[in-house]
């Protein structure tokens, strides 16, 4: 039996270590400044690859932080399905997502200044956590729980207050992010058809424990 994987497969391997760590580069720096403007050259040694890697990848800068934010969402997304995967209410779906989005500005601190400066713009996008969002909404809207009319005006208003609550853990980390992410999933859950003292319980029910 051969003792190391074949050529092939080395190649494909070291191929995707390359672009995940000019992505990740790419991450970082949006984490950082949120500015654009950085050189290849730069990033391709924040990387720790060489400058020539990066047209393997990448067509440009726009391509590559493009592919660093859709990164960054689908990391998020993954975590609110490790975390809240025993939940079934969609109601209680909402609302701990908003409550362990505000956690995960001290957890998570890269993850979410990347959604802080760039997730305006791919809250319709086709990206993992816009697709679970939609599917977490329409769950609502199908067993009555939620009485919305249109789930992509639910999904504005979703993340436009998630993207809100992100911005307030950053600009004002003097605020109980706790009490704030409750508050704001109260109100959430009362605009999505919840009755007001259900929302009110839903929001504060213990979130689940980290695995």
């Not at 908003?98 to 993850?111: G, I, N, Q, T, V």
């Not at 969002?133 to 919305?148: I, K, L, N």
Request: glycine share 8%; net charge negative.
């Amino acid at each position: 039996m051969p003792t190391s994987a074949p050529p092939s497969n080395r190649f494909e391997r070291r191929r995707a270590e390359t672009r995940q760590a000019l992505v990740r580069a790419a991450r970082r720096i949006l984490a950082e400044t949120g500015d654009t403007g950085a050189s290849i050259q730069a990033i391709a040694e924040r990387a720790d690859v060489g400058f020539g890697s990066f047209y393997n990848h990448f067509d440009s800068k726009t391509e590559l932080f493009e592919a660093a934010v859709v990164d960054a969402l689908e990391e998020f997304g993954r975590t609110f399905d490790e975390r809240l995967a025993g939940i079934d209410d969609p109601a209680e779906l909402v609302a701990a997502g908003f409550r362990l989005s505000a956690r995960m500005a001290d957890s998570h601190p890269e993850l979410m200044q990347v959604l802080r400066r760039r997730g305006l713009g791919h809250i319709h996008s086709e990206n993992g956590l816009t697709t679970r969002a939609v599917r977490d909404v329409q769950v609502g809207m199908d067993s009555g729980r939620f009485t919305v009319a249109d789930p992509a005006v639910a999904l504005s208003a979703l993340g436009g207050t998630l993207l809100s609550l992100v911005e307030l853990r950053f600009a004002r980390p003097e605020i109980d992010g706790d009490e704030a992410a409750a508050n704001l999933a109260e109100m959430v859950l009362r605009m999505l058809g919840v009755p007001p003292d259900d929302a009110r319980e839903v929001a504060r029910r213990p979130l689940p424990d980290a695995g």
